[in-house]
C-alpha cells in the first residue's frame, strides 16, 4: 500500500523555525493532495496545510504568512517550513496524502506523527 515517513520535528524556542518533510513511497499511482494536519492534547485533529498536484496551496488562519508547504511531486514529498514558530503551535504533526492506488482504488494515508513543541 502506501508508507508515509516523516521527519523533521523537535523542541525549539518561540519565534524559532523547524521544517517537517514527508515522503510518500509504494504502489503510487498517483497523488492528488499532500498536506499537513496537527493535534494538540485534548484537542481534535486539526488541517495545517494541503497542497495539490497543480500547486493550490491551502493554510489554517493560525498558520498564514508562518508557514509554507512545498511539494516536490516527482519524489512524492512534501514538506512545511515553519517560522515564527508560537507555543500554540506545539501539537503533533501528521503528514497525509490522498490519491489513487490505480484507476479504481483512491486512497487516503496517513504518516506516523512527529513531535513539535515550542517551549522557552
Known amino acids: 500500500q502506501v508508507q508515509l515517513v516523516e521527519s523533521g520535528g523537535g523542541l525549539v524556542q518561540p519565534g524559532g523555525s523547524l521544517r517537517l518533510s514527508c515522503a510518500a513511497s509504494?504502489?503510487?499511482?498517483?497523488?492528488?493532495?499532500m498536506g499537513w494536519y496537527r493535534q494538540a492534547p485534548g484537542k481534535q485533529r486539526e488541517l495545517v496545510a494541503t497542497r495539490t498536484s497543480g500547486g493550490s496551496s491551502n493554510y489554517a488562519e493560525s498558520v498564514k504568512g508562518r508557514f509554507t508547504i512545498s511539494r516536490d511531486n516527482a519524489k512524492n514529498t512534501v514538506s512545511l517550513q515553519m517560522n515564527n514558530l508560537e507555543p500554540e503551535d506545539t501539537a503533533a504533526y501528521y503528514c497525509n496524502t490522498v490519491g489513487r492506488l490505480d484507476l479504481r482504488r483512491p486512497f487516503d494515508a496517513w504518516g506516523q506523527g512527529t513531535q513539535v513543541t515550542v517551549s522557552s
Open positions: 509504494g504502489s503510487i499511482f498517483s497523488i492528488d493532495v
